[in-house]
């Protein structure tokens, strides 16, 4: 079964911990991305990565970070310095269309 | 504002056919898409539409482009419940190495 895989469905996090995000492909595809959703908006970019061991900034990635150490993965960091990290989380991958994971909701208590 | 712009609630009774508008500002847009969100699911790709394209059919599926107006649409014919879902549009941009920019999402509620 192709797709992309996303741990957990639900995450909670206490103030002041970092907490990482999973996200694999089995597509091959080079590039990944991290969306965030909040209610009655778009999906935010977050961070996206072209290859294996580069990655750039979306546009709010103040309080987040990232790897891409191997092709298939692409786990996020939330940071504590995210001020307002209660959101779900969607991981993408492309070659020429892009494909979505099933998402991570974050709640901040 | 937004550089892509969805009206935000579409209501429509089943059998009938639904139209979700978007407008984009971009002129280098390539590719233009449309995704389906089911209640806490991630995004569906639908189908989409190269630039240089004018329509495009997929079953119950249509997407219309005026490059002119920068206008993109989808009608689905024959709605069922099952469609009621968010519809996002999103372009991809010349130059931005395959990110894409969204719309907010159009809430579709398909009525028996």
């Known amino acids: 079964d192709g797709g992309i895989t996303q741990s957990p469905k639900y995450l909670f996090r206490k103030e002041g911990q970092n907490v990482t995000l999973s996200c694999e492909q089995n597509l091959n595809h080079d590039a990944m991305y991290w969306y965030r959703q909040d209610p009655g908006q778009g999906l935010r970019l977050i961070y996206y990565s072209q290859i294996v061991n580069d990655f750039q900034k979306g546009d709010i990635a103040e309080g987040y970070s990232v790897s891409r150490e191997k092709k298939e993965s692409f786990p996020l960091t939330v940071t504590s310095a995210q001020k307002n990290p209660t959101a779900f989380y969607l991981c993408a991958s492309s070659s020429n269309e892009q494909f979505f994971g099933p998402g991570t909701r974050l709640t901040v208590l | 504002g937004e550089d892509v712009e969805q009206s935000l609630f579409l209501s429509v009774r089943e059998g009938d056919s639904s139209v979700i508008n978007c407008t984009y500002t971009?002129?280098?847009?390539?590719?233009l898409y449309w995704y389906k969100q089911e209640p806490g699911a991630g995004l569906q790709l639908l189908t989409y539409?190269?630039?240089?394209?004018d329509m495009k059919q997929d079953q119950r599926l249509t997407v219309l482009l005026n490059k002119k107006d920068k206008h993109l649409s989808l009608r689905i014919a024959d709605t069922q419940t099952g469609d009621s879902a968010i519809y996002f549009c999103a372009e991809r941009r010349g130059t931005s190495y395959g990110k894409l920019t969204f719309g907010q999402g159009t809430i579709l509620t398909v009525h028996p």
């Open positions: 539409i190269f630039s240089n394209m």
């Open positions: 971009d002129s280098s847009s390539t590719y």
